[in-house]
Nanobody, 128 residues
């Protein structure tokens, strides 16, 4: 059974940093694409950063480019999202997701409908 468990959310001040982690189990890491998404109240879920595990190829949305960094820890089967220079508009529930077709992609796809498996989410709140 595929399971994804996010952790690391919390409340920080504007300009601060957070490191989110997604612990994955039940599948072979290298065969999947993994993505971080977020959803703010009243808004659609959006892709923030995605990675093809086998190649390390990454994609960043404009909202996170130059501030967020996605990485894989193969030894721990986790995908991390380092978030720096956080802004109040980054406030949202952050989700980790995985897709089993990711190994066939030429480049990472970061659209929610592409992903099969989802974690429960972790709240990130940035105060001004």
């Amino acid at each position: 059974e595929v399971q994804l468990v996010e952790s690391g959310g919390g409340l920080v001040q504007s300009g601060g940093s957070l490191r989110l982690s997604c612990a994955a189990s039940g599948f072979t890491f290298d065969e999947y694409a993994i993505g971080w998404f977020r959803q703010a109240p009243g808004k659609e879920r959006e892709g923030i950063s995605c990675i093809i595990a086998s190649t390390g190829s990454t994609h960043y949305a404009d909202s996170g480019k130059d501030r967020f960094t996605i990485s894989i820890d193969n030894a721990k089967n986790t995908v991390n999202l380092q978030m720096d220079s956080l802004k109040p508009e980054d406030t949202a529930v952050y989700y980790c997701a995985a897709d089993s077709h990711g190994r066939y992609w030429h480049s990472p796809r970061c659209l929610p409908y592409e992903y099969d498996y989802w974690g429960q989410g972790t709240q990130v709140t940035i105060s001004s």
